[in-house]
């Protein structure tokens, strides 16, 4: 990877619980298929990682998150072939609807100490000690 290896923008999500559990979804497809990840995806052109994260979550869990519910967290930094990944985490407790897996194998929440135990993709990785410490 050079200095000109376009950015993967990736917006997603930890949907925090009232138990202070955190929200993960297990791939469907592709090549991440069977690996557990924070809700979320690729951040399109024009949109605000926000925004993104708005339309994301209405695709893949039904459910409705307002802007403002959205608190920009940490980021991850991975190479991805010939594209550099930036991953952008938000926490949110709020949302209206119940998360239900519509483009997703399934859906778990877990502490995020447990977090450590799943199969993950790398980026998500270094993001669970920063969960640790928030819940």
Same mark, same amino acid.
């Given at each position: ?30 090549? $991440? ?19 993104? =994260? ?15 519910? =959205? ?8 190479? =991805? ?20 897996? $519509? ?23 270094? =993001? ?8």
């Amino acid at each position: 990877m050079d200095a000109f290896s376009p950015l993967l923008l990736v917006s997603a999500v930890a949907l925090i619980d009232a138990d202070g559990r955190v929200l993960v979804q297990q791939r469907s497809s592709g090549a $991440l298929k069977g690996l557990w990840e924070f809700p979320g995806g690729k951040i399109e052109a024009g949109e605000t990682p926000a925004a993104a =994260l708005i339309r994301e979550l209405r695709e893949e869990l039904g459910i409705d998150v307002e802007a403002a519910c =959205l608190a920009p967290a940490a980021f991850a930094s991975e190479p =991805l072939g010939e594209r550099h990944l930036l991953l952008l985490l938000h926490v949110c407790r709020k949302w209206k609807g119940l998360p239900q897996p $519509l483009e997703a194998a399934a859906l778990k929440w877990v502490r995020p100490v447990e977090l450590h135990r799943l199969d993950m993709p790398a980026p998500d990785r270094p =993001l669970i000690g920063l969960l640790e410490a928030l819940v």
